[in-house]
């Protein structure tokens, strides 16, 4: 007959041998992430994510135009915000914002000093809040030699990742504020 006093002993052992085999020691200084690459499944958490541009950039240009104008631009990347795009392969694009600063004055004295951003386009109702997410700066150059008073004319090319469309804009800076156009 079975005598359960006189195996408990023997049972605590078998027990606490048991508990004791599998601690899981040998985990114990692996991280998450290789126990994802081990077991193939880290591809589905994390997707390679290329940045446009890489890192932050800064362009600073000051015109002397030969009428009296001045024109100082800082055209920086934004580290804060962008536009993310998915490519038909599922690897994504963030294209950082382009921000403009300028300041524009004639004979020492101030016409224009502002961001061209996001906001601002709102704000000027050149974009809607739609287009204004989905656009970013490609391109910029300076004009003065369309209009015979020569002021100077900041030019920007806007355009859509997603969809490639572009968008030109000229911004005139007269002694009586800023002009704005779209450009076809």
């Not at 027990?15 to 077991?39: F, M, P, V, W, Y």
């Not at 920086?76 to 600063?101: A, C, F, N, P, Q």
């Not at 004009?143 to 008073?149: G, I, L, P, R, T």
Request: hydrophobic share 40%; with cysteine.
């Amino acid at each position: 007959m079975f005598s359960f006093k006189k195996h408990l002993p023997l049972l605590f052992l078998l027990l606490a041998i048991a508990l004791s085999s599998c601690d899981g020691r040998d985990k114990k200084h692996r991280t998450t992430q290789q126990d994802l690459i081990e077991n193939k499944a880290l591809d589905t958490f994390s997707g390679a994510i290329t940045t446009v541009p890489e890192s932050y950039f800064e362009n600073v240009t000051d015109t002397l135009f030969s009428n009296g104008y001045q024109m100082h631009t800082k055209f920086y990347s934004s580290m804060e915000s962008g536009v993310i795009v998915t490519d038909s392969t599922d690897l994504k694009t963030y294209y950082r914002d382009i921000l403009i600063d300028i300041k524009v004055s004639k004979d020492s004295k101030e016409i224009f000093n502002n961001t061209i951003d996001k906001a601002f386009l709102m704000e000027n109702n050149i974009f809607n809040k739609n287009d204004a997410a989905d656009y970013l700066v490609a391109d910029f150059w300076l004009d003065n030699m369309d209009h015979e008073d020569g002021f100077p004319i900041l030019v920007l090319q806007y355009e859509n990742p997603k969809s490639k469309k572009q968008r030109l804009f000229r911004f005139s800076f007269h002694e009586k504020g800023l002009i704005f156009e779209e450009v076809n």
